[in-house]
């Protein structure tokens, strides 16, 4: 468990609270409109997106201790890469000036994108939470949950502790400083460490743990049998869930790629926007661990629908920004689709579909929540560009959980089926 929140703080660069903070300094580098840049994110990340059904399936084959040393490896170089862009665009201008900066910019942004998206949000995210499905089942739900408390913390702190360090020691020596730590660091941590199920150990799932109680399980713990890709794929409540993690994860990283310059539209200074996180952090925290205990002894889909219901919040609160209301229900409504997210994307999967084929359903899962996470930043963006601010997606984003918390009341486990 402790192997595995480690592995998905490391992929803090991957993903968008991780660079965040480095937005506004490679559109100046790299000579990008904010439009550019946010395309560029899009393209790189989509198609490091559409690799992961591959990774997915080779996580089946190799393994969670091969897979995070090839990830953590890769992330490792790729911030070395992004330490390095300013110096790589004045060669490149010197090389082919032809090209133009913008095109040269954009290229190099494209590339960085792709492999950072791949290795950091995609691959070690995945790895560690399959990981950790393969090694819990009655108590899953609560190792999940304390897992997400403490990235949670990490995750919300992350821009505070990044933009600190850019203040620092600058922006390059900060993406150095991440590539030994959560790259090099990190692949000796999985080499040592990481075990891909307990059975290679000589273990079982939860150590032999059984609930010590007179009622029999709850239905929804009851594996029947394990589900392939395709069958999984074939059920209407793996699109419920996996639509919604996908939703949150359009909404969340749109916004907090663009997070300083939704501050200064909103005329939040960009200290105090940032310090929304924290708060965010601590809501977050409190329903990933109730979502987490009340997940084995409930049905999922109660619990989808209460995380709908956060996105729907949170979509409503820029309707009172900058108010005191706002600020509240966008805590609230972060805090819940968060909370809802870390508790339920690690948990839902085994218990629906068995584990003998978890990293392949996990793969398709990262991909759709990858891909979904790309468009978040251009559609802000464009729509900022048309219309000036950001009500539209926040709006979008509370229609389209509304209608998914609707459909979460038939997203039931397929195994129930198998038991009729």
């Not at 398709?364 to 978040?376: D, Q």
């Amino acid at each position: 468990m402790a192997c595995s929140a480690m592995g998905t703080l490391a992929s803090m660069p991957g993903q968008t609270m991780g660079f965040s903070v480095f937005i506004e300094i490679l559109m100046q580098e790299l000579h990008l409109t904010r439009d550019q840049i946010s395309l560029a994110y899009m393209i790189g990340t989509i198609s490091s997106g559409f690799l992961l059904p591959w990774g997915g399936v080779w996580f089946d084959r190799l393994g969670a201790r091969k897979m995070m040393v090839l990830a953590s490896t890769g992330l490792g170089l790729v911030c070395l890469y992004f330490s390095w862009v300013d110096r790589l665009w004045s060669n490149l201008m010197g090389v082919l000036p032809w090209a133009g900066a913008m095109s040269i910019g954009f290229g190099i942004s494209l590339l960085g994108f792709f492999c950072i998206r791949f290795t950091g949000q995609g691959m070690m995210s995945m790895v560690s939470t399959a990981m950790l499905g393969k090694w819990f089942h009655y108590r899953r739900g609560l190792a999940q949950s304390s897992r997400g408390v403490v990235i949670s913390i990490g995750f919300s702190a992350t821009p505070l502790v990044l933009n600190a360090l850019l203040e620092w020691i600058g922006w390059q020596a900060t993406y150095r400083l991440l590539a030994i730590t959560c790259g090099f660091v990190m692949a000796g941590v999985a080499y040592v460490f990481f075990r891909d199920n307990p059975e290679e150990s000589g273990l079982t799932m939860d150590g032999d743990y059984r609930p010590q109680t007179d009622k029999a399980p709850i239905e929804d713990l009851l594996i029947v049998r394990d589900f392939n890709r395709g069958e999984a794929l074939g059920t209407f409540s793996f699109w419920v869930f996996n639509l919604t993690f996908a939703v949150q994860a359009f909404w969340i990283t749109g916004y907090t790629f663009h997070i300083v310059s939704i501050g200064e539209s909103l005329r939040i200074p960009t200290a105090e926007i940032l310090a929304l996180f924290l708060p965010i952090s601590v809501v977050g925290v409190a329903v990933n661990f109730t979502m987490g205990w009340l997940s084995e002894k409930t049905r999922l889909k109660y619990l989808l629908g209460v995380m709908n219901l956060g996105q729907v919040i949170g979509g409503l609160s820029i309707l009172l920004m900058p108010g005191l209301g706002g600020k509240l229900l966008f805590i609230l409504g972060l805090g819940i689709s968060g909370g809802g997210f870390g508790a339920l994307s690690g948990v839902v999967w085994p218990r629906f579909f068995g584990r003998s084929h978890l990293g392949a359903i996990n793969g398709f899962f990262m991909s759709t929540t990858v891909i979904s996470s790309s468009l978040g930043p251009i559609f802000f963006s464009l729509l900022y560009t048309q219309f000036g601010h950001y009500q539209i997606p926040f709006l979008a984003m509370g229609v389209i959980s509304l209608s998914l918390g609707l459909a979460s009341l038939r997203a039931d486990n397929p195994q129930r089926k198998l038991k009729a």
